[in-house]
């Protein structure tokens, strides 16, 4: 367990998530709009 807290706990894992997390959502709103 004191890795997987280490894990969550480093800003490298936030900071990649969170690009991953806009990257998604600009592709899924693109999507979304394409089919409209």
Not at 1 to 28: A, H, T
């Amino acid at each position: 367990m004191p890795l997987l807290q280490k894990i969550f706990l480093s800003e490298d894992f936030w900071s990649s998530f969170v690009q991953i997390s806009r990257y998604i959502d600009k592709k899924v709103r693109f999507v979304a709009f394409s089919y409209q």
